[in-house]
Antibody, heavy 120, light 112 residues
């Protein structure tokens, strides 16, 4: 059974750095063709892709947010960590991590998401 | 970036009747490898998205066969052959042919 779960702060102040952890089970990020993505969704709005890390540690970032994002993985712990700097109220959203399968370029298993509010 | 465009609302549909959702991309989604990486996701109220369809027309595991996808190039359609109450929600198309991955704005399906 494949599961993913996001964890981290629910409230951050403007200009602070957000760190979210995705802990997953049922698959390995050392398996060829597997990746983990972060996607966010502001309240009542559409989905926005943020970043992707591949099994071989290659990384992709949204161009509009690239300067603020960092993604890393700890294969032994089955975790992926997202860091986003200089948080702003417009970054208030539910943040999801999900599994990405490169051969089909699909996002199949999603975490439940974690709502992060940016407010002073 | 590839812009994905969807109508925000579909016409309210009667239970048991068909529904159709369109998605248009700002450029062709045919990859250099010949595949078209267009997916459809369903998001029920209060839930994370769920993969329904990938590569235009392939149903994900466990997805009922009343869901089908079609299209090519820049125009794509998700069809529900007989809408059930559990199909209420927002449907997103997503392209993964090129980075950045992009999503449509979502189409809300409501029951009449």
């Amino acid at each position: 059974q494949i599961t993913l779960k996001e964890s981290g702060p629910t409230l951050v102040k403007p200009t602070q750095t957000l760190t979210l952890t995705c802990t997953f089970s049922g698959f390995s990020l050392s398996t060829s063709g597997v990746g983990v993505v972060w996607i966010r969704q502001p309240p009542g709005k559409a989905l926005e892709w943020l970043t992707l890390i591949y099994w071989d540690d290659d990384k992709k970032y949204s161009p509009s947010l690239k300067s603020r994002l960092s993604i890393t993985k700890d294969t032994s712990k089955n975790q992926v960590v997202l860091t986003m700097t200089n948080m702003d109220p417009v970054d208030t959203a539910t943040y999801y991590c999900a599994r990405f399968i490169t051969i089909f370029c699909l996002v199949d298993y999603w975490g439940q998401g974690t709502l992060v509010t940016v407010s002073s | 970036d590839v812009v994905m465009t969807q109508p925000p609302l579909s016409s309210p549909v009667t239970l048991g009747q068909p529904a159709s959702i369109s998605c248009r991309s700002s450029q062709s989604l045919v990859h250099n490898d010949g595949n078209t990486y267009l997916s459809w996701l369903q998001q029920r109220p209060g839930q994370p998205p769920r993969l329904l369809i990938y590569k235009i027309s392939n149903r994900s595991s466990g997805v009922p066969d009343r869901f089908s996808g079609s299209g090519a190039g820049t125009d794509f359609t998700l069809k529900i052959s007989r809408v059930e109450a559990e199909d209420v929600g927002v449907y997103y198309c997503m392209q993964a042919t090129q980075f950045p991955l992009t999503f449509g704005g979502g189409t809300k399906v409501e029951i009449k």
